[in-house]
């Protein structure tokens, strides 16, 4: 029945809208039927057949929920929250659905703030905790119309989603069968509409719907996948995998600051490494950082792999160990090997110094158009890029300014990165290792013993891009 009305519903579709495409209409159609086979029966888990406690959720997230059950809504936890809970991990934050509509959600919090255009919602703050109540979806008809609550691209990308509809339809319009799990604050039941329950147990990270459609709609879903299939140790389901190679290049549409948005979650959440690696299996990687994606094609030696990969392992480590992680160092490792090929290509012609800058000039603007990078870490990043010359010199005064450079740290671990990757030679990281942990008499020791085994030769400025030659213009000019 609901088949007919759907196929029904298409052709009126069809015949009312004759500029429309083709394509459009199949797109609208394989919706409609798609959606004409859900099932709308939830399997309903109770409170005893799940490992849900309310000990486990934040004592902000059960406020929010209570306060929309008491004045009479629906309110749900739902998303990571839920996903990690029945898995047993600690989630990063808790994301509740409700039938209340955002205004109505503001009247209820204080402390509530209405954010969003593309996809309109509310956030409870409580302190330092943002918990985001989201009013739940209803079905996308596909109207081009840019001017109502929803509205989509001839592509399919929808650009806004402020339908409201029903907790099943809320349930077919998220992303993965595993992100869509309602805990009801109810009766504490598990909701599962689209088999979320099954694929959590299997390990499975399932796209609901067409694969093709769904990353059409937003082309970020693609990268999601990564993010949580390397999060969660799950394998991609074969149509949720076989799709992303195929549309990757759609992430083009994407703003940069969306995109740098989930870059930081893919690469400072602590599974840097497997996000990585499932970027470049599933040809995403190329559509982030194209200029890496070239130079890393060309390798002929590995090192390029190396520094990204030791980097990678390093930013793991830190979360780990619950240290600070930058997007400066992390993204002056993901843009190194770009900018390490160029200032090579053109030290002979430009001169060290000036090359280096002018490599990092140029990712910097060749990189805007795929990732934006706030200039408060762009600036530091270069800072790493160009205090690398200087840590050749190791004779003189000069090693004594460059530990007290504010960017000293930095740079030198990058200069480990380096010599990791076979890049400089490992002892002068050795050199550098010992000299910054020794004491001011110590290190005069070891100043006096590299000037007196490199007596100061001339150098001829500029002679043909020897490394050495211009980082010695290069210091001439910083001191
Ligand atoms: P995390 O652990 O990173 O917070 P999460 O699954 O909670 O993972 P969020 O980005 O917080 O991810 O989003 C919350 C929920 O909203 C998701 O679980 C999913 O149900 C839904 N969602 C988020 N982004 C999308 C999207 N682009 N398309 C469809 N549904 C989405
Ligand atoms: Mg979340």
Not at 47 to 65: D, G
Not at 101 to 119: D, S, V, W, Y
Not at 454 to 471: L, V
């Amino acid at each position: 029945m609901r088949g007919l009305q759907a196929l029904n519903g298409a052709i009126r579709v069809w015949l009312g809208g004759g500029k429309r495409s083709l394509d459009g209409f199949m797109r609208r159609f394989r919706k409609q039927e798609d959606s004409a086979i859900n099932p709308t029966t939830p399997t309903i888990i109770p409170r005893s057949e799940h490992a849900i406690t309310r000990s486990n959720i934040s004592p902000s997230a059960l406020k929010v929920l209570y306060r929309l059950k008491d004045a009479g809504f629906n309110a749900c936890l739902v998303g990571g929250g839920v996903r990690d809970l029945l898995l047993g991990r600690e989630p990063k934050d808790f994301d509740v659905a409700t039938d209340a509509h955002p205004e109505q959600i503001r009247q209820l919090f204080r402390n509530c703030r209405l954010i969003g255009r593309r996809f309109r919602l509310a956030h409870v703050v409580y302190g330092r905790e943002v918990i985001e109540v989201a009013t739940f979806r209803g079905q996308q008809t596909g109207g081009e119309e840019d001017d109502s609550e929803q509205a989509m691209t001839d592509e399919g990308r929808i650009l806004r989603d402020n339908i409201y509809g029903t907790v099943e339809e809320d349930a077919w319009r998220r992303d993965f069968t595993v992100n869509a799990l309602y805990y009801d604050i109810a009766d504490f039941s598990v909701r599962d509409y689209v088999g979320g329950m099954a694929d959590l147990k299997a390990g499975v990270l399932r796209l609901i719907g067409d694969p093709d459609v769904r990353y059409r709609e937003d082309p970020v879903r693609m990268l999601r996948a990564a993010r949580f299939a390397a999060k969660l140790g799950f394998r991609l389901d074969p149509a949720t995998a076989e799709a992303i190679p195929r549309l990757a290049d759609l992430l083009l549409d994407i703003s940069p600051a969306r995109i740098y948005e989930e870059v930081l979650k893919l690469f400072m959440s602590g599974e840097a490494v497997a996000s990585y690696e499932l970027l470049r299996q599933y040809g995403l990687f190329g559509q982030l950082f194209p200029e890496t994606e070239a130079a890393l094609a060309q390798e002929i030696d590995g090192h390029p792999q190396i520094l990204i990969s030791r980097a990678l392992e390093n930013t793991d480590t830190r979360i780990d160990e619950d240290k600070p992680v930058t997007p400066a160092f992390l993204f002056a490792a993901l843009l190194w090997p770009p900018v390490q090929r160029r200032w090579q290509a053109t030290a002979a012609e430009l001169g060290d110094i000036p090359a280096l800058l002018e490599a990092g000039a140029w990712i910097v603007t060749a990189q805007a158009g795929h990732t934006s990078l706030p200039k408060r870490f762009s600036m530091p990043m270069r800072e790493i890029w160009s205090l690398q010359p200087r840590f050749e010199q190791i004779s003189g005064r000069r090693p004594l300014r460059l530990v007290t450079h504010p960017r000293f740290r930095a740079a030198y671990d990058f200069l480990l990165l380096r010599g990791a990757a076979g890049e400089v030679d490992q002892k002068l990281c050795d050199w550098w290792t010992t000299f910054q942990a020794e004491s001011p008499e110590a290190r005069d020791h070891m100043l006096t013993a590299s000037t007196e085994k490199k007596p100061k030769k001339r150098r001829r400025r500029r002679s043909g891009g020897a490394k050495r030659d211009a980082g010695g213009s290069a210091d001439a000019t910083d001191s």
